[in-house]
């Protein structure tokens, strides 16, 4: 068997979809694809829900499509694909994992596989199991017939196969949702995937994502774990091959791989195959298969004792347990548990950060607004009033919101009770979908007055024309074709409103001054659309008036549409409220703070282990000044918040100003309030701290004074909590030497007595052993510190001895002795 060509790249956020090109043109794609034939691009959906490493990542799918724009495949023969199962949506996965805004800027569709034609396709080859598993025939999607396809899997474990990737993510296109009746015969079913693929598809690719690498009960249950590697082949069995042992399994002891290469469907032998790009020598993630509770009552049922009920328990078609079973324990149980903290966790990492928020998530420009109205308000003595504006719900989901409310507590903006109350944690707030009503009255009240009218345009027709102006290089501007139409009660209609041919509307705003926009730019927008759903352009202003908001402080990017606001205000007969658009937040690089200038979501900042006081201090810093004062209490920032103070320029997020304002409101808290925040970040390392506030409180105080967060004084801070599993190579070097050995012998005879265990008392044994010794008080400070800490960095090492206490600080010292040479 010729050998096989896998390309391997190390990546990291910042040019990952970049290098997702260079990855699919070292594996030489271009060569295998051709362009004139449809492209399947076969995404791999483990999970309705997000979960790290279950599913395509959206970056991936970034530089897949990228790639293969930038190389001339014709955008009309790429046809992103996914299959739905018995647990899964695809429609609904499509947007939980971010791939949707992907397509839509790409202008690429997605199609269900459960929306298009499946037919039985009379198969030549030598399938193991499938055709007595599917006696009347397997059925396939029939434009998958002669098209290549592109696998896109990622590096993660299966309960049923070891690991899962290329080979196994044809599983979720070639069979039907009932596949999970082949799980009993996997690795066998696996081994016939790879013979139809050859018979039905001129070509395969894959392109794999290890940037996340799932760990252990896969496909969902999984530990995430950063692998920072991508990976691509025409050979999917050498690719999985190569995966499994970045994993840290042998390729061959799998049975699906191991078959695959003893018939020649690809190469799973890791000394037949090239590598190319970077060396992976030495790469395992130590990876381990383990089975979840789903997954092992279903091998129970197939090859176990439960076996004689699988009938009843598989393929009943009164019930079936397998789907059952899987949403209840998988969303209901394991997700809402174990499964946000790892995510919560995952979101601290460089690729947790990159991964889109969904929408409704608070970052920073929104919390920076936030936090000026709140200041305005509680400065003026008004109310502040929370409006979740939730109409369009394919965007908008109860656990976004549910962020946005625990985003604006944890800064300490608490609303006024002016709404109606909610069920929940969270009261006193407003939300849209509340008050439709109140909207359809005012959209009635503007019909009947002539001001709004009914627009029976086609959505396509509207979208065709919107391109056919974007082909020209021109805004597009509905032509009011609908305006003086008859009236069709028979037809679905949006309702636009009329706005004036001629003139201007003058935006009066603190900030920026006049603004001015002529009517001609502007055309008849929607209030209403066809399927009944206010905008939020027209819901916005109903709510402002119906509210009594006096004051409207929000974004630049608002200002645009402020004109067509204004208009609504004078349709409807109300006074407009008084604007101010504060400016935008700028990353480093002078461009608008988004992902790829790394977290900007307030609760990822709170999980990185930010205080709120430096939160709010730091946000209110940005864009507003008083004077030269830097460091401002809440309350001082209500005393003396104006809008006059303002700017009208870009502020920049300076993330370093950020870590500094954090480690100087980590100096004033009170030591015991200190260790009560700190409590959930040791948790998180998985440091077991005693009950003991006091201890804490002087550890705390100690760990505090290197670190910039609660997460930094956790990783810094580990060795007050559990003695070093290894000794600075580095170091070890300079102070584990011979000449060490007999002084910290005697050192530790010396503190065995010390009476009594204080950090003045050990300073003071350590000076008088050193002079006696006639070295340095460092030559023996040093090799102490290397010994109880694992490194050269730490608080003085009197105070860290002392609060470890006579019993642990000599036992590390002793075990410590034995990596000293003699």
């Excluded at 625990?406 to 929940?424: K, M, R």
């Excluded at 030269?628 to 003396?640: C, I």
């Excluded at 002084?743 to 006696?772: K, M, S, Y």
Aim: aromatic share 10%.
């Amino acid at each position: 068997m010729p050998p096989a060509l896998v390309a391997v790249l190390r990546t990291r956020p910042e040019t990952v979809v970049a290098d997702y090109g260079r990855l699919m043109r070292l594996a030489k794609y271009d060569q295998v694809l051709g362009r004139d034939t449809d492209l399947l691009l076969k995404l791999n959906l483990s999970w309705t829900k997000y979960f790290p490493a279950c599913s395509t990542q959206p970056w991936q799918l970034e530089g897949i499509v990228r790639a293969l724009l930038e190389d001339g495949y014709p955008r009309e023969r790429l046809l992103p694909v996914e299959n739905k199962t018995v647990v899964t949506d695809p429609r609904k996965g499509a947007v939980a994992n971010r791939w949707m805004p992907i397509l839509e800027r790409h202008g690429l569709p997605f199609i269900p596989l459960t929306e298009v034609e499946w037919v039985v396709y009379p198969f030549k080859s030598p399938l193991l199991k499938l055709p007595a598993l599917f006696p009347e025939g397997i059925q396939i999607p029939k434009m998958f017939i002669d098209a290549n396809v592109l696998q896109a899997p990622t590096l993660k474990t299966h309960g049923h196969t070891v690991t899962t990737g290329a080979v196994k993510n044809s599983f979720g296109g070639l069979l039907k949702e009932v596949r999970h009746y082949a799980h009993e015969f996997i690795h066998e079913v696996m081994v016939d995937l790879m013979y139809m693929q050859r018979e039905l598809h001129p070509a395969v690719f894959a392109v794999m994502d290890g940037t996340v690498v799932g760990d252990g009960a896969g496909p969902r249950t999984l530990v995430p774990r950063v692998g920072d590697l991508i990976l691509a082949s025409a050979d999917s069995v050498a690719l999985d091959a190569i995966a499994a042992r970045c994993m840290g399994f042998d390729p061959l002891a799998i049975p699906y791989l191991r078959m695959c290469h003893e018939r020649g469907l690809g190469v799973a032998d890791p000394r037949q195959i090239e590598i190319v790009g970077d060396d992976i020598e030495g790469i395992n993630f130590g990876c381990r298969t383990s089975r979840s509770l789903v997954i092992w009552g279903d091998q129970l049922i197939r090859r176990g004792p439960l076996r004689p009920l699988k009938r009843l328990l598989l393929h009943s078609p009164l019930f079936v347990w397998a789907p059952f079973a899987s949403n209840v324990y998988h969303d209901l149980l394991w997700y809402p548990t174990i499964g946000r903290r790892r995510i919560r966790a995952f979101r601290t990492t460089p690729w947790g950060r990159l991964f889109p928020s969904p929408t409704g998530h608070l970052h920073v420009g929104g919390a920076r607004t936030a936090l000026f109205n709140w200041l305005f308000a509680r400065g003026a003595g008004g109310a502040f009033l929370l409006r979740i504006e939730d109409t369009d719900r394919s965007r908008s989901t109860d656990e976004a919101i549910r962020q946005i409310l625990e985003a604006l507590s944890w800064l300490g903006l608490e609303w006024d009770p002016e709404g109606p109350e909610e069920d929940g944690t969270y009261r006193g707030y407003f939300r849209q979908t509340s008050r439709l009503e109140i909207y359809r009255a005012h959209a009635e009240r503007l019909l009947a007055e002539g001001k709004a009218y009914r627009c029976y345009c086609p959505p396509e027709e509207l979208e065709a024309r919107r391109r056919e102006a974007q082909a020209r290089r021109e805004p597009f501007r509905y032509d009011g074709r609908c305006r003086d139409r008859a009236d069709r009660p028979d037809l679905p209609a949006a309702l636009r409103l009329r706005i004036p041919d001629t003139g201007r509307t003058v935006v009066h705003d603190l900030i920026h001054g006049e603004v001015v926009f002529e009517h001609a730019q502007l055309d008849d927008w929607i209030l209403v659309r066809s399927d009944g759903g206010p905008t939020y352009n027209f819901c916005v202003v109903v709510d402002d008036v119906t509210m009594k908001i006096t004051h409207v402080i929000r974004g630049n990017d608002h200002l645009s549409n402020t004109p067509k606001q204004i208009l609504l205000y004078e349709a409807l007969g109300y006074p407009r409220p008084i604007f101010a658009h504060i400016p935008m937040i700028l990353g480093p690089d002078r461009g608008r703070l988004s992902k790829r200038h790394g977290a900007t979501s307030l609760l990822a900042f709170r999980d990185e282990g930010f205080l709120p006081e430096a939160m709010v201090n730091y946000l209110a810093r940005l864009g507003w000044s008083h004077g030269n004062q830097e460091v401002f209490t809440r309350e001082e920032l209500v005393e003396r918040f104006t809008r006059n103070q303002v700017g009208s320029a870009g502020a920049v997020f300076d993330r370093a100003k950020l870590e500094w304002l954090n480690g100087h409101w980590l100096g004033r808290l009170d030591p015991l309030e200190l260790a009560a925040r700190w409590r959930p970040f040791l948790e998180q390392a998985g440091l077991r701290a005693p009950d003991d506030p006091a201890w804490l409180a002087r550890v705390a105080t100690a760990a505090r004074e290197r670190a910039k967060t609660l997460r930094e004084m956790a990783e810094q801070g580990r060795y007050y909590f559990e003695g070093p599993a290894r000794y600075d190579p580095e170091a070890v070097g300079r102070w584990f030497t011979r000449e060490t050995r007999p002084r910290l012998a005697r050192l530790v005879r010396r503190l065995e007595a010390l009476e009594p265990w204080t950090p003045e008392a050990l300073e003071g044994t350590f000076r008088q052993l050193a002079q006696e010794l006639g070295v340095k008080l460092v030559d023996l400070a040093q090799p102490a510190r290397l010994a109880v800490t694992g490194t050269t960095v730490s608080p003085p090492i009197f105070e860290v001895l002392a609060l470890l206490g006579r019993a642990e600080a000599l036992a590390r010292l002793g075990r410590a002795l034995d990596a000293v040479p003699r």
